[in-house]
């Protein structure tokens, strides 16, 4: 959709705004306009923020002529960024009734999706009204979900041991998963135990990732891209990781000075992240993983495709992003997960030692603690 294309004059305006720092043209990219960063510092935005820019202006554009949205809001872009018009916007956007998708409508938004918007938006406000206060919505805290206890885990990687060690018939007994997603299952929640890595670092695995004799893997950090490091930078201040966000992302109304020069000392002490880190997998692991490549070396030879060859995880059947074979995404790895350990817990009942399990990577991998190797493997 162009900007002639949104029905109201304000959202036409706002998108102008966003083509400056985030165009579509990608022969534009590099001379895309830079916006206030960290502690007021010019930066430009990275392609993923430029995507929910994007996101945001077609959000308006859904929102605009609502009626709960007051009329003034069609006029201009500055019009938008009044808490008359955000309120009501921030109403819709959180209950879902702005989502792109038809099938989507209606499911409210996550708390990580209303943080992306919120940061949008206070992007947005700072180069549509420069130096106005713009009153912002509030994203509720919520309590992270227990980690997973370190007997649990114990637990877990012995029997995927076990399993995976297994004939392909053993593996059919009560879990009510094909042996293909088993062994996708078992391979890639090893690798998690073993790097602590999170769904898009996963995802984002490549075959030549995986070194020699799979003894190791190397990981392509997310923690590294810009303002993403939260939780280092909230250890190194020792502020809360809202107060990182904040400074990270320019909000600095409400902020005292001492708090924010305390973040940004943080930042300047972070050492620069390897561009891969490698990690060791133990030997349970590297039977998992050594099963799965067998099973995906079987899928991916049928693949008419080139393109989805290079990925670690990959699909096992038809879905709308192409036939078996192709790299499967975060959104699919999670899907996968959530399956696999649901049919894993209820196979497991019972059986000493076991608990239930979460059926969130997110819970698995936050409680791994783990270093990467000094180097990376020749």
Known sequence: MNERQYGAASVRRLAAVVERIAPRDRERWEQRERVP???????????SRADQLWMVVGMFDRAVGR??????AGRSAAQLFTWAALRPFWAL?????LRAREQEVARPLSVASLRIVRDCLDMLARVVVPGKVVRLPVVEQVEPKAVVAPRSRAVLYRELVDLAGADRGDW??????????????LAMVAVVLDTGARSGELAALRMPDLAAGEEAVGVRRRVQRGSSRVEEISALAEVHPDTVRAVLGGRLERMSYAKRQRVLAAVGRLEPAPEVEWYPLRDGTRVAVRRWLAVREQIVQQL???GGRPGVWVTLSATQVGPPGVTLGPRGLRDSYGRGMAALNTAMAGRFGWEPLPTTLEQLRRAVDVEPLEKAPV
């Open 304 to 306: 008419p495709l080139e």
């Open 37 to 47: 960063g960290a502690g007021g510092v010019p930066v430009q935005v990275s392609r």
């Open 172 to 185: 059919r007994a009560g879990l009510g998963l094909s042996w293909e997603e088993r062994a996708r299952l």
């Open 93 to 97: 956007a959180a209950a879902g009734t």
């Open 67 to 72: 009626e709960e949205m007051p009329v003034r």
